[in-house]
């Protein structure tokens, strides 16, 4: 391995572990609901709505920082961004309400550059044929956060560790990470530094969201992806608690099995992705299958299957999220990848944005604002999720192929 290559590698591995640490901020609320109920006054709908401001930040910073990467390079922009999650942690840990808010906020603001960061160092320097696959492999670091932020946090809250403990050491491991970022991730040539990128960002960010396939890519990542970010995430300890009566530590490594699953699911099927040389046939099986575990979840009789399987079948199924970040990339002219990966980001986590207080309010409605809430009272408020994944497939079936088979054949 040359020094250039190996220098990249390890650009592209500590933002991965940068994507990492802020998946693990995200999804470390659902393992806390309780204790950040009586540290801030708030029913589990209140704390649901705070902890949704991450995707808040995470969605319209998506745009800019895709746009800064095309001008600026991950250098400049990305131990910004970790800064800016590191303290958002601290912010939160306070314990003060509106602080709390302002710091889930900027933990989105500033987390989006881990993806955007790594997924632009592994498309911008390794061959077209391997997209799938390192995209995947990015994801699969943000989903082992996903899953820590549960599996390894859940156990720590329950020995009682103070969730304002947690949330200080993850702030200063945030600065930590910054640092870091800074020096290992190369600087650009000279020459590929721009004047007047700003201007260059916008055309750039135009093209994107004039093709048609770019909308596409967002709408079907997005629908594919609210079943893990506001179910699971969010939700998803509560409902195995309220819903079928399991204790905590369970509820919890039952939890943590769906972005497990994503673990697998995300580098496997962007693998199989690349070596079929089609997008459209892992997506469209991925989201039929994920749509399966979904129902059997929702109305399905529990004890049933083996423990723990579900949970990682549905993850596998939903890393096909993953593949219209490919798709986008190969959709729009290489000129434009950071852009066009800042737009499917922002496309799809806006709808966890605006979707995560809608469905915290149908819980309120459903449950009558008691904090005691029933299977059935689940199954009404995220019923709609079923019809989101069947527009998935519909939608995947209109997208274009865009695979290495397909521009071969062309």
């Avoid at 594919?224 to 970010?229: G, K, S, Y």
């Avoid at 497939?393 to 088979?405: C, D, K, M, N, S």
């Amino acid at each position: 391995m040359s020094r250039g290559v190996r220098t990249v590698v390890v650009a592209w591995l500590v933002t991965a572990v940068y994507y990492f640490y802020q998946y693990t901020l995200r999804s470390a609320p659902a393992v806390m609901m309780p204790q950040l109920s009586d540290a801030f006054g708030l029913t589990a709908m209140g704390v649901a709505s705070m902890v949704g401001l991450f995707y808040w930040g995470y969605s319209p910073f998506s745009l800019i920082a895709g746009a800064a990467m095309d001008g600026l390079g991950p250098r400049k922009v990305v131990p910004v961004g970790a800064a800016a999650v590191g303290i958002g942690a601290l912010l939160f840990a306070t314990g003060n309400g509106t602080a709390a808010s302002v710091g889930r906020f900027v933990q989105g603001a500033g987390g989006v550059f881990a993806l955007v960061g790594a997924i632009y160092i592994a498309s911008s320097n390794f061959p077209a044929s391997k997209a799938a696959t390192l995209i995947g492999a990015t994801q699969m670091f943000g989903m082992a956060g996903g899953s820590a932020g549960q599996f390894v946090v859940g156990p720590l809250i329950a020995s009682g560790v103070p969730w304002s403990t947690f949330w200080i050491g993850m702030g200063v491991g945030g600065l930590a990470i910054s640092v870091l970022l800074f020096f290992l991730i190369p600087a650009p040539e000279p020459a590929a530094r721009r004047d007047g990128w700003i201007k260059t960002a916008g055309i750039g960010l135009g093209v994107v969201f004039r093709n048609p396939q770019s909308i596409l890519c967002g709408l079907i990542a997005g629908l594919l992806f609210i079943p893990t970010t506001i179910f699971d995430m969010i939700w998803g300890v509560r409902f195995l608690q309220d819903a079928h009566g399991y204790e905590f530590a369970n509820a919890v490594i039952r939890s943590a099995t769906v972005p497990f699953g994503w673990i697998i699911g995300c580098p496997l099927l962007g693998f199989i992705s690349d070596r079929i040389g089609r997008r459209k046939p892992v997506i469209i099986a991925s989201a039929l299958v994920l749509l399966a575990c979904l129902a059997w979840v929702l109305y399905g009789t529990a004890g049933v299957l083996p423990p723990y399987l579900l949970g990682v079948v549905m993850g596998v199924a939903s890393g096909a999220a993953m593949l219209p970040y490919t798709v986008i990339k190969e959709a729009n002219p290489p000129g434009v990848g950071g852009s066009a990966t800042g737009v499917v980001n922002f496309l799809n986590f806006t709808f966890s944005a605006l979707l995560g207080p809608v469905f915290g309010r149908i819980m309120a409605t459903v449950s009558g604002g008691t904090s005691s809430m029933t299977l059935e009272h689940y199954q009404t408020t995220f019923e709609p999720l079923l019809y989101g994944v069947g527009l998935a497939v519909v939608l995947a079936l209109i997208l274009r192929e865009t695979g290495p088979a397909v521009r071969k054949d062309t």
